[in-house]
């Protein structure tokens, strides 16, 4: 796994996803990709350990890459399925970011995010 880990954050260099600490807790975490639900730092890990692992098409096919899937997702609280589903609708949302209200792609230099937001992780909490 290459989900890099600080005090306030989790980042990976295979997936835009990121976990980062509740502003203002000591146990508190959430996933960018489901952050409706407060997660212990053990439950944010396997979480990026699950979107990594869900990110490559190939690993998925080995049946002990998907035990460790399912593993994950438990850790997490959710279904594999459901974590397959909510990381596929982030991915198409960043998609669609790229595009005018035509649907026709932004022109270069007029992107609405960031190119390097991929990897930078700014909790809500730092300035």
Same mark, same amino acid.
């Given at each position: 796994?290459?989900?890099?880990?600080?005090?306030f954050t989790m980042i990976s260099d295979?997936?835009?996803?990121?976990?980062?600490?509740e502003p203002g807790s000591v146990a508190?975490?959430?996933?960018?990709?489901?952050? *409706?639900?407060?997660?212990?730092? =053990?439950?944010? $890990?396997?979480?990026?350990?699950?979107?990594?692992?869900?990110?490559?098409? %190939? +690993?998925?096919?080995?049946?002990?890459?998907?035990?460790?899937? *399912?593993?994950?997702?438990?850790? =997490?609280?959710? $279904?594999?399925?459901?974590a397959v589903v909510l990381l596929a609708?982030?991915? %198409? +949302?960043?998609?669609?970011?790229?595009?005018?209200?035509?649907?026709?792609?932004?022109?270069?230099?007029?992107?609405?995010?960031?190119?390097?937001?991929?990897?930078?992780?700014?909790?809500?909490?730092?300035?």
């Amino acid at each position: 796994m290459t989900v890099h880990t600080t005090p306030f954050t989790m980042i990976s260099d295979k997936t835009p996803e990121w976990a980062f600490r509740e502003p203002g807790s000591v146990a508190g975490w959430r996933l960018s990709w489901l952050p *409706e639900h407060t997660l212990t730092e =053990v439950q944010a $890990r396997a979480g990026m350990e699950l979107d990594e692992l869900l990110s490559d098409p %190939a +690993a998925t096919q080995d049946s002990r890459t998907q035990s460790v899937i *399912e593993t994950c997702a438990e850790v =997490v609280g959710i $279904r594999w399925e459901q974590a397959v589903v909510l990381l596929a609708k982030r991915i %198409a +949302a960043r998609l669609n970011q790229g595009r005018s209200a035509q649907g026709d792609p932004v022109p270069r230099g007029q992107a609405r995010s960031h190119p390097l937001r991929k990897h930078v992780v700014e909790p809500p909490f730092v300035h």
